[in-house]
């Protein structure tokens, strides 16, 4: 692996080039399908496309919209409506803009403000969010594991229908992230936080009536706490040392936040390495402990951020100008000196702004996505357009990280420091591979999707579980899917059932297909979890399936209701319920 020299402005103009041709979410690889630079950078000339308008313009065009403050799909339209939206959108940073409505404080906070409701309906749907995480913390663990609060099996998830009223428009555009919120008791109340491709997080109270809060919205909130492309979103609960009960995102716009649900609420600009004007985040992971951010970058390096750093008082979002809005340290100056007043405020120097930078490359292209082993494994998974399935020790990134920023400090390069730091297993698709996730059971199997027409499962052929140690990771199941999305749909993600025996993603015929995805059985594994290969040595590549009930087709769930193509799915972890997204910024609840 590679590092680079130091300082998140001092990539070299072909390595600017990579990244901006990265900008684009959907990876597309394949020929005639080119990236288009970011919004930051020159616009090269391309063929003729569908006419974009630039950020300022998007700015001064506001948007209209209808109840939800979203203009609605006509039914039967499906796909030629999506395209329309889309064709304002597909340039990876969205219409974006929204994030200048409000300007942030020095700090970088922005209010709990939304863009279509009322200020009594934030409030209101404030309360039920901190109502529903103060719940979900008091609930114990026995309560967590009580029959029918162990998520959904692909069986069941086979046999899910889909309702008029479960569907709605809950972003302005295309959804890049789907989370369920967290809400304890006995009727646990559905709240799914989307993002999308303008920098929006939209909230919706999925089951809420004409009493409940944002009713006049039905029951959606749209917020920007950032000016681009939303890369990343992640919940933190409460096992959350630090900031418990945050939503947390990471953006294109070079921007790391958090949604505190205490104060008021609050949007917090967290601490982020370089700066904003020169950084884009394109995959984001937290630890669970919400110490420690983990941020990947279109050129294929990886950062790490302590969060319990003070955050640069920088407003990072919305485009504002950095110098106008938060180069001044001004915000509790007279605390700090005692209760006096001060009669200049204190200009931050550039280093203070941008916080420190690790630069290690881990991959020769964007990296699309990080996913932390869930229980507990220091195991991390990556994903990367150059096909690369990665499994590292998050120790020894860590380490090549900081001793990245050590030799750049002293003047050099910490290219070898990068070197040493390699992958447990490396894996390999023969196209852009868009995503890989571990599944929630601990099984430590990993899920990825590729443009090479693959959903693939790997995992350790020898071990399972607490025996894996991710050095010895192979192929134990291929399925053949088309992820040919094109150039208007947000490529596809599939993602483990909640029980993590089948596999969900979307489908180009407007459905959700469901694949069965077993554990491998104990006769398929070595003998009580055989001695694992060399490190380095490269693992024996296992085709097809090791296990043959592996990879079928349960199901394509689709209905009169679902008039797109869904390319994110969300399975609730405790209920069963399943939401699935369009790129027309459409959820659809299926249950």
Wanted: glycine fraction near 14%.
């Amino acid at each position: 692996m590679k590092a680079r020299t130091s300082g998140a402005a001092k990539a070299t103009p072909t390595q600017i080039a990579q990244g901006s041709k990265a900008r684009d979410d959907h990876e597309q690889d394949q020929a005639g399908q080119g990236h288009e630079p970011s919004a930051k950078r020159q616009r090269v000339a391309k063929p003729p496309l569908p006419p974009r308008s630039t950020r300022a313009t998007r700015a001064k065009q506001g948007s209209g919209g209808s109840a939800a403050g979203l203009k609605e799909e006509p039914a039967g339209q499906g796909d030629t409506v999506e395209l329309k939206q889309e064709d304002q959108v597909a340039d990876g940073g969205g219409s974006g803009g929204g994030a200048g409505a409000t300007a942030p404080d020095l700090a970088g906070r922005l209010p709990f403000r939304s863009e279509n409701g009322k200020p009594d309906s934030d409030a209101a749907f404030l309360q039920v969010l901190a109502a529903g995480a103060e719940a979900a913390q008091a609930g114990s663990g026995a309560e967590a594991e009580a029959p029918g609060r162990n998520g959904a099996g692909g069986e069941a998830v086979s046999k899910f229908g889909l309702v008029e009223k479960d569907v709605a428009k809950v972003t302005k555009d295309g959804v890049t992230h789907l989370v369920w919120l967290p809400s304890g008791g006995a009727d646990e109340r559905l709240l799914l936080a989307a993002a999308d491709k303008g920098g929006r997080v939209s909230m919706w109270d999925v089951d809420g009536d004409e009493s409940g809060p944002a009713a006049e919205t039905d029951g959606v909130l749209m917020f920007a706490p950032h000016g681009e492309y939303v890369s990343g979103m992640r919940w933190l609960g409460r096992e959350a040392a630090v900031g418990a009960n945050r939503l947390v995102t990471a953006s294109y716009d070079g921007s790391l936040r958090a949604l505190d649900l205490g104060d008021g609420g609050r949007w917090l600009q967290l601490p982020a390495p370089g700066k904003p004007e020169d950084a884009e985040w394109s995959a984001l992971e937290v630890a669970a402990d919400g110490r420690t951010a983990y941020l990947g970058d279109p050129m294929g390096f990886f950062e790490l951020v302590d969060l319990r750093d003070k955050p640069r008082p920088v407003a990072a979002s919305g485009g504002a100008d950095a110098k106008a809005s938060g180069a001044v340290e001004a915000e509790g100056a007279a605390a700090a000196d005692g209760g006096k007043d001060q009669s200049k405020p204190r200009v931050l120097g550039a280093e203070e702004l941008a916080g420190p930078v690790g630069n290690l490359m881990i991959c020769s292209r964007k990296i699309n996505s990080l996913h932390l082993e869930p229980s507990g494994a220091p195991l991390l998974a990556t994903s990367c357009s150059d096909g690369s399935v990665g499994v590292w020790d998050i120790r020894m990134l860590e380490r090549g990280v900081a001793g990245v920023v050590a030799a750049a400090k002293a003047g050099g390069s910490g290219g070898s420091i990068g070197a040493k730091t390699k992958p447990l297993s490396l894996l390999q698709h023969a196209k852009s591979c868009h995503a890989a996730y571990w599944a929630p059971n601990g099984s430590k199997r990993l899920l990825s999707t590729s443009y090479d027409d693959t959903l693939r499962v790997w995992g350790d052929p020898t071990a399972a579980g607490a025996a894996a140690d991710g050095g010895c990771f192979s192929q134990l199941l291929s399925i053949s899917h088309n992820n040919q999305t094109g150039r208007w749909i947000t490529p596809f993600r599939a993602v483990w059932s909640a029980v993590s025996d089948a596999v969900l993603v979307g489908s180009m015929k407007r459905g959700l297909d469901v694949f069965t995805a077993p554990s491998p059985p104990a006769a398929h594994l070595g003998a009580g979890g055989a001695k694992s290969p060399a490190r380095g040595k490269k693992p024996p590549v296992v085709a097809g399936s090791a296990d043959p009930a592996g990879g079928q087709l349960l199901a394509t769930l689709s209905s009169e209701y679902m008039t797109a193509i869904p390319s994110r799915a969300a399975p609730h972890p405790h209920l069963p319920v399943v939401a699935a997204a369009t790129s027309s910024g459409r959820c659809h609840i299926w249950r």
